[in-house]
C-alpha cells in the first residue's frame, strides 16, 4: 500500500502481509494511522515514511510489526529523507530484521528537516540488524544540520540483536528523552535525557514469546519477576488500557502488555 502527496488514510483492524514491498508507504505531506491492525511478513519493511523535506506522518496504535525485513535498514518502521513523524503508541515491533541498521525502528533526519518518534505504552523486542556495528531495536542517525527528537514513555526496548549495541543508538546532535520510567535492557552508547521523575531501568524484561493473548493483535506477555511489572507510578499513563485494550491498574507495567 502506497500513500503519497497529502493523502490521509486510517487502516483499521487489518493484516498487511507478504508483500515484495514495504507494507505501508507514506510520503510527502502524507498521513496515515495504523490502528489494532498487523503489518507482518513483507519484504522491504513493514512501514517506510519519506519526508522528502516536507511531512509524513505514521500513527501506530494498538497494533503490531512482525517478521518484516529489509535489505536495506529499518525492518519494522524506517523514516527516509527526513521531515518524517511518527508516533507508536500501545503496539509491539518484534522480530523484524534488516540487513542493514535498525532492526525494529530507523529514525533519520537531513541537513534540512528533523524526524521525531514518540514511543509510549510500546515493546520494541526480538529485532535484528545484520550490519557490522548496527543496533537491532531503534536507530536515530544524524543528518549533519538537524538532529531527531526522540521520546520514550512507559516502554521497553529489550530482545534485541546486532554486535554492537543492541537494543538502541540514539545519536548525539538531536534531542532524546526518556519522559515517563522505561526499560531498556542494554544502556544506549548516548543516553537518553530523563525528564523530571523518569527512571530508566534496564537488564532482562522476561517477556513471553509473540503470541496471541486476547485482543486483536499479538503481543509478549510480561512474566512473573519482570522488573517492568508495576514499575510505572504516573496515573496518567496507568489510566490507558494496554495493546489488548485490558485495564491498567496503577502502579501498571511497562510496554504494550499489562499482567492482569
Known amino acids: 500500500m502506497q500513500l503519497v502527496d497529502k493523502h490521509r488514510v486510517v487502516i ?4 498487511i502481509t507478504g508483500s515484495a514491498h514495504a507494507g505501508v508507504s507514506v510520503c510527502c ?6 490502528v489494532d491492525s498487523t503489518i507482518s511478513g513483507n519484504q522491504a519493511g ?3 515514511a519519506a519526508g522528502n523535506n516536507s511531512r509524513a ?5 494498538g497494533s503490531t510489526i512482525s517478521g518484516n525485513s529489509t535489505a536495506g535498514s529499518g525492518g519494522g518502521i524506517r523514516t527516509a529523507n527526513g521531515g518524517a513523524n511518527l508516533k507508536v503508541i500501545r503496539s509491539t515491533i518484534s522480530g523484524n530484521t534488516a540487513s542493514g541498521d535498525g532492526g525494529g525502528i530507523y529514525l533519520n533526519a537531513n541537513e534540512f528537516r528533523r524526524s521525531t518518534l514518540r514511543l509510549e505504552s ?4 526480538g529485532n535484528s540488524a545484520a550490519i557490522s556495528g548496527g543496533t537491532g531495536g531503534i536507530v536515530s542517525e544524524f ?3 538537524t538532529g531527531n527528537f526522540v ?3 512507559n516502554s521497553i526496548v529489550a530482545d534485541n ?12 546532535g538531536g534531542l532524546s528523552t526518556v519522559g515517563t520510567t522505561s526499560l531498556i535492557e542494554t544502556p544506549c552508547p548516548e543516553p537518553p535525557t530523563l525528564s523530571g521523575g523518569a527512571a530508566l531501568l534496564s537488564g532482562d524484561p522476561v517477556l513471553a514469546p509473540l503470541a496471541d493473548n486476547g485482543g486483536p493483535t499479538e503481543t509478549h506477555a510480561l512474566l512473573a519477576g519482570s522488573p517492568a511489572l508495576a514499575a510505572q507510578t504516573k496515573g496518567a499513563l496507568c489510566k490507558v488500557p494496554d495493546q489488548r485494550g485490558v485495564t491498567r491498574i496503577a502502579p501498571c507495567d511497562l510496554g504494550a502488555y499489562e499482567l492482569p
Request: proline content about 2%; some cysteine; aromatic content about 0%.
Open 57 to 61: 506522518k505514521v500513527t501506530v496504535v
Open 161 to 172: 540483536l546486532s554486535d554492537a549495541a543492541p537494543d538502541c543508538r540514539l545519536e548525539a
Open 122 to 125: 510500546s515493546t520494541v523486542a
Open 46 to 48: 513493514g512501514v517506510l
Open 29 to 34: 505531506g502524507g498521513s496515515v494511522s495504523i
Open 151 to 153: 521520546r520514550i514513555d
Open 143 to 145: 543528518g549533519g544540520g
Open 12 to 15: 483499521e483492524r487489518s493484516s
